[in-house]
Antibody, heavy 118, light 112 residues
Framework: QVQLKESGPGLVAPSQSLSITCTVSGFSLTSYGVHWVRQPPGKGLEWLGVIWAGGSTNYNSALMSRLSISKDNSKSQVFLKMNSLQTDDTAMYYC????????????WGAGTTVTVSS | DVLMTQTPLSLPVSLGDQASISCRSSQSIVHSNGNTYLEWYLQKPGQSPKLLIYKVSNRFSGVPDRFSGSGSGTAFTLRISRVEAEDVGVYYCMQHLEYPLTFGAGTKLELK
């Protein structure tokens, strides 16, 4: 069964950094891309970036200076790191699978909530 | 960035009604390969989004045939032929042509 599961710290202090892990099962990261999408409370969806099967990445230019996506294929994990968090980074953070060449997100994780607050 | 504009933002419907959601992109989202990378996702209350339609009009696996997508160039439509209670939620269009990938603001479908 294909699954993605996000895990994160829950609460982050302003100006600190965020690290979230997306652990996947039922497929190999060497064959699929994984995207990150976030959703502030009560608001819409914002694409953050993607890491492809081969390890290359693309980022939302609005966040690129603060964002880093990496992965460990052997552990089936994708990592999102974001620096200098502010209150408007408070959101649900999702990872989603992208079958290479299809250009859609076929499976999403349940998301992990991140609150930026002192 | 490609701006995706959805209308309406709120759509009250009765069970069995037809529902229609419009999505317009600020520029063409047709790839040089001829494909148009426009998707529709449904986010039910308390859940993560789920794929309904890809490349404008292709229903994803398991999606009921009461859902259909159409359009071309910069104007796209999602139609639900006979709304059921399980269709309640927020519908998002998304362009998958160029970075950053961008979503519409969402259309909240609710029952009257």
């Amino acid at each position: 069964q294909v699954q993605l599961k996000e895990s994160g710290p829950g609460l982050v202090a302003p100006s600190q950094s965020l690290s979230i892990t997306c652990t996947v099962s039922g497929f190999s990261l060497t064959s699929y891309g994984v995207h990150w999408v976030r959703q502030p409370p009560g608001k819409g969806l914002e694409w953050l970036g993607v890491i492809w099967a081969g390890g290359s990445t693309n980022y939302n230019s609005a966040l690129m200076s603060r964002l880093s996506i990496s992965k460990d294929n052997s552990k089936s994990q994708v990592f999102l790191k974001m620096n200098s968090l502010q209150t408007d980074d408070t959101a649900m953070y999702y990872c989603a699978r992208d079958p290479t060449g299809t250009r859609y997100f076929d499976v999403w994780g349940a998301g992990t909530t991140v609150t930026v607050s002192s | 960035d490609v701006l995706m504009t959805q209308t309406p933002l709120s759509l009250p419907v009765s069970l069995g009604d037809q529902a229609s959601i419009s999505c317009r992109s600020s520029q063409s989202i047709v790839h040089s390969n001829g494909n148009t990378y426009l998707e529709w996702y449904l986010q039910k209350p308390g859940q993560s989004p789920k794929l309904l339609i890809y490349k404008v009009s292709n229903r994803f696996s398991g999606v009921p045939d009461r859902f259909s997508g159409s359009g071309s160039g910069t104007a796209f439509t999602l139609r639900i032929s006979r709304v059921e209670a399980e269709d309640v939620g927020v519908y998002y269009c998304m362009q998958h042509l160029e970075y950053p990938l961008t979503f519409g603001a969402g259309t909240k479908l609710e029952l009257k």
